[in-house]
């Protein structure tokens, strides 16, 4: 499904936060709220906060998505994803990601075909 690919190209439908989300797994949850805590840096990630159903689905979403710049350039320039925009090869914003999770670039590619 190609609306569960995230503005930036990551895939939603393997996110831990939205698995928890759609199953409702209180335990999911948990260990995911653990594992961003120290992925992240950031100690006040919590159980509470695992709810997403996707970056462009309608419906909750994980509180860093309202923060995110990739996210927020997408929609203030209008466009699904960083694949409809034509400077996304030299872009900084998503460049960063393209480098540590190259399958992003792939899946944005992807949804050009």
């Not at 950031?42 to 860093?64: L, S, V, Y």
Request: with cysteine; charged share 25%.
């Amino acid at each position: 499904m190609k609306e569960l690919i995230a503005c930036c190209g990551l895939n939603c439908s393997e996110c831990d936060a939205r698995i928890a989300t759609i199953n409702n797994d209180d335990k999911l949850r948990e260990t995911t709220a653990e594992k961003w805590q120290v992925q992240y840096n950031n100690p006040n990630i919590t159980a509470e906060m695992i709810n997403c159903t996707g970056c462009r689905i309608d419906g909750a979403k994980f509180n860093h998505c309202a923060e995110c710049k990739i996210r927020n350039c997408v929609q203030q320039k209008g466009y699904a994803t960083c694949a409809d925009c034509s400077e996304m090869n030299t872009c900084q914003t998503v460049g960063w990601l393209f480098n540590c999770i190259p399958t992003t670039k792939e899946n944005l590619l992807s949804l050009k075909e």
